[in-house]
Every structure is written in structure tokens, then in C-alpha cells.
């Protein structure tokens, strides 16, 4: 069985920082993609970033030049820091990894949802 746990939310003031992290744990043989999602209310789940186990990494084009995805191989964490927040930035974060528990067998999971609300 696998988890990802999430940490980190809370309330920022616009322009502010704050930091996202996610542990994956149990089982796992490898993990491939990791990525951050996030819903606002009434809105589609969108891509906020992703990374590879390799580390090349994408952004939505809303958050470019403001939040960074980051991950430790060894410890089977991603993180999102983001900077310069603004209200629109506000939404539920989600964590999510492509993890094979063993050989052959690639899954999705979510991590349980964080929310962040930037407000002055």
C-alpha cells in the first residue's frame, strides 16, 4: 500500500511565500513523475507543476517564474515552493505521483489535499 501525505498549507498574505511538501510511503519499488494539481471552487483540477524522476520540469503558465517543484530521490518527497503569491493563486493543492509498487505496475496517486489561501 501507498501514501502521500501532504504538509504545508495554510494562509498566506498576497506576495507572499509559503511552501508545499509531499512524502510518498509504503511499498514502493520506484516512483516515476511527480506533480502538483490544484482546484479552486467550482473550477477543474489544473496542472500546476511536474517533474520527472530525471528532474525536468513544467509549469503551468500561471505560475511561471513564481513556484518551483523540487524532489529528493532518496527520500520520495516533491515539493512546491511558491512565491509572490496572489489571491488567484488560492485553491486545494494536490499531490501526485506515478508509482510503481513493483515491476510492470504504474499507478496514480493523490495526496489528501492542502489548502491555500492567500488573502490579505
Known amino acids: 500500500q501507498v501514501q502521500l501525505v501532504e504538509s504545508g498549507g495554510g494562509l498566506v498574505q498576497p506576495g507572499g511565500s509559503l511552501g508545499l511538501s509531499c512524502a510518498a510511503s509504503?511499498?514502493?519499488?520506484?516512483?516515476?513523475?511527480m506533480g502538483w494539481y490544484r482546484q479552486a471552487p467550482g473550477k477543474q483540477r489544473e496542472l500546476v507543476a511536474s517533474?520527472?524522476?530525471?528532474?525536468?520540469?513544467r509549469y503551468a503558465d500561471s505560475v511561471k517564474g513564481r513556484f518551483t517543484i523540487s524532489r529528493d530521490n532518496t527520500k520520495n518527497t516533491v515539493s512546491l515552493q511558491m512565491n509572490s503569491l496572489s489571491p488567484e493563486d488560492t485553491a486545494v493543492y494536490y499531490c501526485?505521483?506515478?508509482?510503481?509498487?513493483?515491476?510492470?505496475?504504474?499507478?496514480?496517486?493523490w495526496g489528501q489535499g492542502s489548502q491555500v489561501t492567500v488573502s490579505s
Open positions: 509504503g511499498s514502493i519499488f520506484s516512483i516515476n513523475a
Open positions: 501526485n505521483a506515478l508509482i510503481s509498487v513493483q515491476i510492470g505496475i504504474l499507478e496514480n496517486y
Open positions: 517533474i520527472t524522476r530525471g528532474g525536468t520540469t
